[in-house]
């Protein structure tokens, strides 16, 4: 895959390369979301995002843990300056790190796409429009009558040719969100929507191998195709297990942050498609190296974004761009009522769906604004190199 190199910008008459400096980086958040501001010492800006849930704390990492190394450096190669703060933060390798990472590299891309009047999509060597998603439940509490009815009015109204729901419960040791759900809804949500839609289900880590494979073959005899979670996603042996025994694909490692994990993941076959969050990972750069992981090792990669904030504009660009980019982009269809954080982020709805897609648009930088009377209401928080 071919990413542009970062602009170089020569100045003077000798032709001498400026450098390309942080000089400041803010953050608005509340406890759900938190959206990030970078500015360069030539006044350039971008806007990024932090992941969502307990985004305060997550920018106070971002302030506290990220900003040291990073401002007042060059962010031509952001690769290297990100990996330095990995090195400078390593008795910290987890979750916050990197979520608090993401908001400064997701922020980067921005500015760079800005700069050079191209969309995240271009500088990373896709080609903008339309996207296939996949109408994505996040509901257990949901009987299979339900959910069978709500996806059948959602394809209806937006097109969707692609569905997933949830079965098991999450870390839920074998036992269903009740008896039997399970079982019921497989062939409900098939006989609803019948043969043309894909399906994909989402175990959220609730089985052990041995109901696995027993759930794993009744997918397949409903023509399910993906098969996410299965097992408790930190016990790969179990993973394995299940992939091998079942023909669908296994799907996983939203969770996962670490790159020498996924250099595990991808190169010895624990799951057949690999699904990082751009914003678990620690941005694009991150998630770029976890999908050149996954080309080498013939895995497609369909991430996980699981919620209208940033993160599935970022996975858009990213999917329209990616060699080894999987069948779709997930697409949340909760609303209010289970993301009451996700109201009124935007100027404009970046999350518009037409037959089944959703358009990666060609303005610069990721082409988004954020509503300035969300931004108005959140914490504000700034670190600036000249503080430092
Ligand atoms: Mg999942």
Redesign the pocket.
């Known amino acids: 895959m071919q990413v542009e190199s970062p602009t170089v910008r020569c100045v003077g008459s000798a032709g001498a390369c400026a450098v390309d400096k942080l000089q400041k980086i803010e953050s608005f958040c509340n406890e759900f979301v938190g959206f990030t501001r970078i500015t360069m010492e030539d006044g350039s800006t971008g806007w990024g995002q932090v992941s969502t849930y307990h985004a305060d704390i997550t920018c106070q990492v971002m302030h506290r843990q990220v900003a040291p190394w990073m401002l007042g450096q060059d962010l031509s190669d952001l690769d290297d300056v990100l990996d330095r703060v990995t090195e400078r933060e390593h008795k910290f390798p987890g979750s916050y790190l990197r979520r608090a990472m993401s908001g400064v590299d997701t922020a980067v891309w921005d500015m760079r796409g800005k700069r050079a009047g191209v969309s995240v999509c271009e500088l990373l060597g896709g080609t903008p429009g339309p996207l296939r998603v996949y109408a994505s439940s996040m509901k257990r509490d949901i009987t299979p009558e339900q959910e069978a009815q709500r996806i059948v009015k959602l394809r209806e109204r937006y097109g969707f040719d692609a569905f997933k729901f949830r079965v098991g419960a999450e870390c839920g040791r074998d036992v269903d969100e009740w008896p039997g759900r399970t079982e019921a809804i497989i062939p409900a949500i098939r006989q609803a929507v019948g043969d043309d839609m894909a399906l994909l289900v989402?175990a959220?880590s609730g089985f052990s191998p041995a109901r696995a494979i027993d759930v794993g073959r009744r997918l397949e005899d409903h023509g399910i195709c993906h098969f996410?979670?299965p097992t408790p996603y930190w016990e790969h042996a179990q993973t394995r297990a299940v992939t091998e025994a079942l023909n669908l694909d296994v799907t996983g490692g939203?969770q996962d942050c670490d790159l020498t994990l996924w250099s595990y993941l991808t190169g010895t076959g624990v799951m057949n498609i690999a699904q990082p969050d751009v914003l678990y990972m620690g941005g694009i750069c991150r998630t770029l190296q976890v999908a050149r992981m996954a080309q080498a090792a013939d895995m497609p990669v369909t991430p996980?974004c699981a919620n209208l904030s940033l993160v599935t504009l970022f996975t858009a660009h990213l999917l329209k761009a990616l060699p080894n980019a999987g069948k779709y982009l997930e697409f949340s269809i909760e609303g209010e009522d289970y993301y009451p954080w996700q109201q009124n982020l935007y100027m404009h709805d970046p999350y518009v769906i037409e037959d089944g897609m959703l358009m990666v648009s060609e303005a610069p930088g990721w082409g988004v604004e954020i509503n300035p009377d969300w931004l108005a209401s959140s914490t504000y928080q700034c670190s600036d190199a000249n503080d430092q």
């Open positions: 989402d959220n996410e979670e939203e996980h």
